[in-house]
């Protein structure tokens, strides 16, 4: 009888083990697949385009009042710009967080221009002058060349719809 019993718990010993081997095998397998995707995916894409939304800016007849009222009434900070800042994590890189500005301008203020529309989008980009260079092939209006500041680069450009659009690659970390 003993020597059945320990017949069968060796028989189901080396059953696990070949399980337990079986199962690090398979992690094995799917920890390599996922660091070949994470790998593929840690390449820096440099490819000419939009990666987000920047900004979202628009026209009041009263800033200050605007900015109070959303303050007041949605909890919207201002920042020193004048603006607020929405912060965000990049869903394709998780460490990286991005920001996205609201701000109101007076009625009639000229960094719209030429565009007589009521609001402006900043898209964030990728590969600004890869882009610029892409859109003046296909005969976009650029309205300026690229600038760089402590924060990033832009360029504004506008659309078949007459919207000027402000592009804007963040600085490089």
């Excluded at 020597?3 to 083990?17: G, M, T």
């Excluded at 920001?99 to 402006?120: R, T, V």
């Amino acid at each position: 009888m003993n020597r059945l019993i320990l017949a069968i718990s060796v028989s189901l010993f080396l059953i696990s083990c070949n399980q337990a081997e079986k199962t690090d095998k398979k992690t094995d397998k799917m920890d390599k697949q996922k660091n070949e995707v994470t790998n593929t995916t840690s390449i820096k894409d440099t490819t000419p385009k939009v990666t987000g939304i920047g900004g979202i800016f628009f026209y009041t007849d009263n800033p200050d009042e605007t900015k109070e009222w959303y303050t007041k009434n949605l909890g919207i900070e201002i920042n020193d710009w004048g603006s607020s800042s929405f912060e965000f994590r990049n869903i394709n890189r998780p460490d990286e967080i991005n920001s996205l500005q609201w701000k109101p301008f007076a009625s009639g203020d000229e960094y719209f221009s030429p565009s007589k529309k009521d609001f402006m989008i900043n898209y964030q980009v990728q590969n600004i002058e890869g882009l610029v260079n892409k859109l003046r092939e296909d005969g976009v209006t650029i309205l300026d060349s690229i600038e760089t500041y402590d924060f990033g680069k832009f360029v504004h450009i506008m659309d078949q719809d007459g919207n000027k659009i402000e592009l804007w690659e963040p600085a490089s970390e």
